[in-house]
């Protein structure tokens, strides 16, 4: 299946920048346990495992690009949050 015959760039855009919305409005959540967790908890990952799963055999550079910005996302995601929760912490001091 190619991924451009099913979506466009915005889809794309949206993915990247909002996977938890993009994922709750794109599927009807059908998906096991392992799905909602991946959405609770990394969507930015499940968004390249769905990917590589789909799309690896006709669109790779695409499915390394999500694995890019699964690990960079998520990575910088956790520095965000770290970092709001040492402000919040020293606020209540």
Do not use: Q
């Amino acid at each position: 299946m190619n991924y451009w015959d099913n979506h466009g760039i915005v889809f794309l855009i949206c993915i990247a920048i909002f996977p938890r919305l993009t994922l709750f409005f794109a599927t009807i959540m059908s998906f096991g346990l392992f799905g909602w967790l991946g959405f609770i908890f990394a969507p930015h990952i499940l968004v390249a495992i769905l990917a590589t799963n789909y799309y690896w055999d006709t669109n790779p550079i695409l499915c390394v690009i999500a694995w890019v910005i699964a690990l960079g996302g998520s990575s910088g995601e956790a520095k965000v949050a770290k970092k709001g929760i040492n402000k919040i912490s020293n606020n209540s001091l």
